[in-house]
């Protein structure tokens, strides 16, 4: 994926904004079965119930999260607690937020930790080299030095494009050869961010390889070997997927966190997708921090995720498409 680097500008719409504006494609699958839920008047019986599933579900909120939800509906229905259609409205709101609030835990990089090793994971076409490159934008802007390790060796044009950001970013970026050893190249970058005192070292890796035993075993080389320099290391290891996956993203997920350990994700393209829905089964079946979300290439793209602000922007209260 190009990385455009327009700068911050306040012409451009607030990040709010701009989330609501980016999930669009989602907001529109949801808002063709629950417009009408917002202005009231509908009436509370089976039809609306199954109207609502068929709008969950083309969001790619998936079978298990969209009975859960309807179930406490029909409960409340049951009991008389809802009066219109647009109190069902609010209450879906509500259950949806009270899923992905718990995932609302930003990255923190201060502490005893330094430099504070994040290990940036995902399969190729994720968006897992961009990523890492807006991420250490971010913490540069936040007063942090930063180093990258290209270790995505397999790529020649993942080196590439982070030594090329690296450059234009002033960021010191450990590279070698296409073909080198990932592991070695990880460990030579943990040696010269300790040397000069950098606060943070993000590590891209690789998302291809021969096999997929290969990458696991790959990644695994790389956490061990970076622990050999700080037993502690890495402090991070950030798993990178495509919202516009769908559930796909769950078996990436399995695959990697048995492998490394996955202690936060990056959800990017949820501007291209109307599958954002799956952001709230991952929180469901997961509970992992889902540390950023991306809703574009521009380098301020990759915003800390806020479960209120993400429900809000696909649920709108003034039911703006």
């Keep these: 994926m190009k990385l455009s680097d327009s700068p911050r500008d306040d012409a451009r719409p607030g990040l ?44 790619d909120i998936g079978v298990e999260t969209t009975q859960a939800l309807l179930a406490d509906l029909g409960q409340r229905l049951a009991r008389h607690e809802l009066k219109d259609s647009s109190a069902v409205y609010e209450v879906l709101r509500q259950d949806l937020r009270a899923i992905v609030q718990p995932c609302e835990r930003p990255l923190t990089v201060s502490g005893p ?18 990523s890492v490159a807006k991420l250490a934008n971010r913490l540069k802007q936040d007063g942090h030095s930063v180093m990258l390790a290209a270790a995505d060796t397999f790529r020649a044009a993942a080196v590439e494009q982070l030594k090329t950001w690296g450059e234009r970013a002033q ?20 040696q010269a961010a300790k040397a000069r005192g950098a606060d943070v ?24 070997v970076l622990g050999k320099l700080d037993e502690t290391a890495p402090h991070e290891v950030l798993l990178v997927l495509d919202g516009g996956t769908g559930q796909n993203a769950l078996s990436q997920l399995a695959h990697f966190r048995d492998a490394v350990g996955v202690t936060g994700l990056v959800i990017t393209k949820l501007d291209g997708t109307a599958k954002g829905g799956v952001l709230v089964v991952i929180a469901k079946k997961t509970g992992l ?13 990759l915003q800390e995720f806020r479960a209120a602000e993400f429900v809000d922007a696909l649920l709108p209260t003034d039911n703006g498409a």
């Design 171 to 190: 960021i010191p970026v450990i590279a070698q050869q296409t073909g080198a050893d990932a592991a070695a190249v990880a460990f030579d970058a943990l």
């Design 16 to 59: 709010f904004g701009r989330l609501r504006e980016r999930l669009g494609a989602t907001r529109r699958a949801l808002a063709q079965g629950l417009g009408d839920l917002l202005r009231g008047g509908r009436t509370l019986d089976d039809a609306l119930l199954e109207e609502l599933e068929a709008a969950l579900l083309s969001a």
């Design 289 to 301: 921090p889902i540390r950023y979300i991306g809703v574009g290439e521009a380098i301020d793209d």
């Design 201 to 224: 070292l993000l590590v891209d890796t690789a998302g291809r390889q021969h096999t997929h035993a290969g990458l696991m075993d790959e990644l695994k080389k790389i956490r061990r």
């Design 113 to 130: 930790h330094k430099p504070y090793v994040i290990m940036v994971v995902g399969v190729n076409g994720t968006g897992k080299t961009t």
